[in-house]
């Protein structure tokens, strides 16, 4: 049975920083991505940043140049850096992985108010 544990989220102030991080209970080698998504209230899930075993990474413009995906895979642990929070980036953050199907972790709020 696949399972993702997600840890890291939060109350921050704006300009503050968090940690996200996401574990699958499998092998790297089971993985083809991880990627990390969010939804805000009364909004649609979006994708965030994305990453592959190999390194390779993609984010939204939202986020690019704040936000630092990167990916342990001895662990098979995603990492989501998060700097320079806004109050837009608000929401319930998922973890996803692409291996064999498609899974999805609990959710993690961040909130970031002054």
């Known amino acids: 049975q696949v399972q993702l544990v997600e840890s890291g989220g939060g109350l921050v102030q704006p300009g503050g920083s968090l940690r996200l991080s996401c574990a699958d209970s499998?092998?790297?080698?089971?993985?083809?991505?991880m990627d990390w998504y969010r939804q805000a209230p009364g909004k649609e899930r979006e994708l965030v940043a994305a990453?592959?075993?190999?390194?390779?990474?993609n984010y939204a413009d939202s986020v690019k140049g704040r936000f630092t995906i990167s990916i342990d895979n001895a662990k098979t642990t995603a990492y989501l850096q998060m700097n320079n929070l806004k109050p837009e980036d608000k929401a319930v953050y998922y973890c996803?992985?692409?291996?064999?199907?498609?899974?999805w972790g609990q959710g993690t709020l961040v909130t970031v108010s002054s």
């Open positions: 990453i592959t075993p190999g390194g390779s990474t």
């Open positions: 499998r092998s790297i080698l089971s993985i083809n991505a």
């Open positions: 996803h992985v692409l291996s064999y199907g498609s899974y």
